[in-house]
């Protein structure tokens, strides 16, 4: 487990390390007791049958019970170090069979060992560690005479327990692959929604700053009164992007990911209209009644996609007016939006820029689609279907 750093500013040094929470420490102290409690009841109970009634022909009991403190005390690393651990007890269970004797609680450990291997450690390891099998099934038949069929048994049956626990490991690995995966979508989601919203308030707002400059600088000198409403207009609309981004962030910030705003607007689609106006572009809303009550996510992306169309009308198309329709399709359960506008129109065989294709992210998200192209009277025609709940 890796430790973190702590800077001290007023020291002006770094500290490593940092005092584990209480949270910690227990949670150390139960994987500590997880490790240590089979190796511990296996050995009490190796012990009590080596001290228990012994046959004549029984090896030495110290070297009896020290092999089974190196058997049984094998399992305490067999999460850290599986090979390793499988591979001492493995020599303990060798040595105790040839020149010991056999003990009846030694295959348990080293069943037990040969799972974890599987389970725990890397798959090159756990490999090696199956392969350590064999020499540890026939030294402990070697002492004995045992028709060939019962070892053969036993390694079928050990590989089988290492099978299960590889197994078991490589679905934990595919699940955490797949965990990391839906992880790194989420936050690449997460950099396109924000990116998204940044450049529909900025793209917005600075455009139509930029054509309310434009005009005064055109009009500076003759007509000072419309000068002074022109600048006045670039104020306020720098003033309403940055209450624009103030809500952004405030709905980032918020738990449930909702508008804090609870506009009575539908939409907010009001607040779009006059920058636009001032930049010398006539915006009509046509708001069918029902569409009143929308839920808030459908609302900011009806806000957004509508605010991105008429900033390309004005920015790429330089219309000087559009029409802005917002219905429900009471039948399909369907919200409409259609933007149109008498602007250029877009060039033949045209590609979709940075704001469509926002526009049709937005609509997808909802499980909605998008249909833009010229429009029957010219211009450019945008229209916006989405399933409303």
């Known amino acids: 487990m890796a430790g973190g750093h702590t800077v001290g500013a007023r020291a002006g040094r770094f500290t490593s390390g940092r005092a584990a ?5 227990a949670a150390r102290l139960r994987a500590v007791a997880v490790d240590l409690a089979p190796a511990v009841v296996l050995l009490a109970a190796m012990a009590a049958v080596r001290l228990g009634p012994r046959p004549e022909d029984d090896g030495p009991l110290p070297a009896a019970l020290a092999l089974a403190v190196v058997i049984a ?41 040969v799972y974890h291997v599987g389970l725990h450690a890397t ?10 099998v064999l020499p540890g099934v026939l030294a402990y038949f070697a002492p004995g005479e045992r028709t060939a069929p019962v070892p053969v048994a036993v390694v079928f049956v050990w590989l089988l327990v290492w099978a299960a626990g590889y197994a078991a490991a ?16 989420a936050v690449l989601g997460e950099r396109v929604r924000i990116a998204r919203e940044l450049h529909d308030i900025v793209g917005h707002s600075v455009n139509a700053m930029v054509v309310q400059a434009g005009a005064g600088r055109m009009v500076l000198g003759a007509e000072p009164d419309r000068t002074r409403e022109l ?26 990911g909702t508008d804090p705003d609870g506009e009575d607007d539908p939409a907010g689609l009001g607040r779009l209209v006059r920058p636009l106006a001032d930049a010398g572009m006539a915006v009509r809303l046509r708001i069918a009644p029902e569409v009143h009550d929308l839920p808030p996510a459908v609302r900011s992306s009806v806000h957004r996609i509508v605010q991105e169309a008429l ?9 000087r007016a559009a029409e802005v329709t917002v219905s429900r399709d009471a039948d399909t359960r369907t919200l409409l939006v259609r933007v149109l506008d008498d602007g250029d129109g877009p060039a ?10 926002g ?9 909605g689609g998008v249909e833009h192209g010229p429009g029957d009277d010219g211009g450019f025609a945008l229209s916006v279907a989405v399933p409303l709940p």
């Open 21 to 25: 929470a209480p949270g910690e420490r």
């Open 73 to 113: 005390g094998s399992l305490a690393l067999r999460r850290r170090a599986p090979l390793t651990a499988y591979a001492a007890g493995t020599a303990g269970l060798a040595v105790e069979a040839l020149w010991v004797d056999p003990g009846p609680l030694t295959p348990v450990a080293n069943l037990i060992g």
């Open 123 to 132: 798959p090159g390891r756990a490999r090696l560690g199956a392969l350590l």
């Open 170 to 185: 490589r679905r934990n690995r595919e699940a955490q692959e797949r965990a990391a995966q839906r992880h790194r979508e």
């Open 231 to 256: 600048l006045l207009s670039v104020e306020r609309t720098g003033r309403d992007a940055l209450a624009e981004l103030d809500r952004l962030l405030g709905v980032l910030r918020a738990d449930d």
């Open 311 to 319: 900033t390309n009308a004005l920015r790429h198309g330089r219309a």
């Open 348 to 357: 033949p065989h045209y590609r979709p820029g940075r704001g469509l294709r």
């Open 359 to 367: 526009i049709g992210e937005r609509a997808a998200a909802l499980g």
